[in-house]
């Protein structure tokens, strides 16, 4: 994946998308960049929105995905990549296909309901993981899978009374009850009447005289019931319908996102955080993207007075920050607001790290609260080569210098130091670039990082500060100004 996916960086920038690729001040979405993301489900748990998504497969020519992968963020912009906590291996009976899905929480347990290839049948099936986290990782809940007819896109949504729904279809849209343990149904299958008055009409195809297509994204809101989907095929665009109960009669009530951005599907998931509304969908954003090499985005919208959906454009702006990011708290390497050249891997200190760092090479946060100002920068690194740096940037990933920290050899990519340099002019609430400079090849994978402040608070003295630091705990509290540290890992 690694390879193939530098050879789309590399590829762009000889053919003419330099553009695409080398300008990521103003393009935050796709919200993922290092890899192929498709058919997003939100979920909103303890004041974070979990991403669960599906993986195109880099190179794609059709829809080759293997996992499914998990991100997060607190503020819509700076997303954490949790690496893939479910794959086909996780359901013994999958064959193939890991294609779209949801998750909820119940139970004090989340469950990931997906479609896959039922390998005994030859069949689509929808399965159900289940884990204690909402990054996992998920086992299989049932062994087998939890229905099967040869249909997809699976949409869960527990009402306000409890009931919980799983809804899924293409060509058709079913229904069943599920029991209180998420894993279990009562009531039978149950299919939806594919109306044109619920459903919208569609012109040029006999089989299908109604808009829906597939991926329903079904929620309750204010005592109404929204059922958002990919309509008409293809190219599909973003429809929905609303009914006065989770079982019908549903109303067509119109587009939310027209035809656009050159993928041929389109896949919505909707949620409410931190005050605003979410919309995600995907498209062909990215160098090397397409029908089959997808990647998911978001706009914020709000409900119109009414309830209805106000219809949306795709953007690469994406929305505005939701809250700030904390730089004096460790922030992961892989939370990305707009990452260039860089991979995420699985790390042998817990979770992921980013890596795959070259020359120039840089991630972006967004939205970045220094307060009263930043004295020292700290980073946890590995690197095999000798002589490359972290440069602290604002601006741009060229643009003002706050500061360098040098990253020594330390053997292996997976043999961790921590290094702190100092900083300087990091004030105030402003987006920050983390550029990786050095010489030619991989040079550096980054753990996490994190700001010391100029001005010591109680918050920030409690940090600990890990013990192979080269600037001891003294320099760092009795530091008024950057310029007063000088301690480097170099
Ligand atoms: O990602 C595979 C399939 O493409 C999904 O299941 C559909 O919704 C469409 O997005």
Redesign the pocket.
Known sequence: MVTTRRFFTRLALVTGMLLAVTAPARADNPIVQHIYT??PAPLVHNGRVYLYT?H?EDGSTW?T?KEWRVFSSADMVNWTDHGSPMNLGTFSWASK?A??GQAVQRNGKFYWYV?AVNRATGRMAIGVGVSDSPTGPFRDALGRPLVENGE??PSVMVDNSGQAYLYWG?PNLWYVRLNADMTSFSGGVNQIPLTTAGFGTRTGDPNRPTLYE??PWVYQRNGQYYNVF?AKCCS?FIAYSTAPSPTGPWTYRGTVMPTQGSAF???PGIVDFKGSSYFFY?NGALPGGGGFT?SVAVERFSYNADGTIPQLTMSTAGPPAADTLNPYVRQEGETIAWGSGVETEVSSEGGLNLSHTNNGDHVKLKNVAFGGGAATFTARVASTVAGSSIEVRTGGPTGTLAGRCSVPSTGAWQSWTTVTCPVSGLTGTRDLYLRFAGGSGYLLNLNWWQFGPTTVSSAAVRQPIPEDTMCSTIQIVTATRSSDLTCDAS
């Open positions: 498709a058919d599906g195109d829809f995905m296909d294609w779209a479609s997809i896109d293409n597939e991926g990919a599909e599907t389109n896949h995907h997808r």
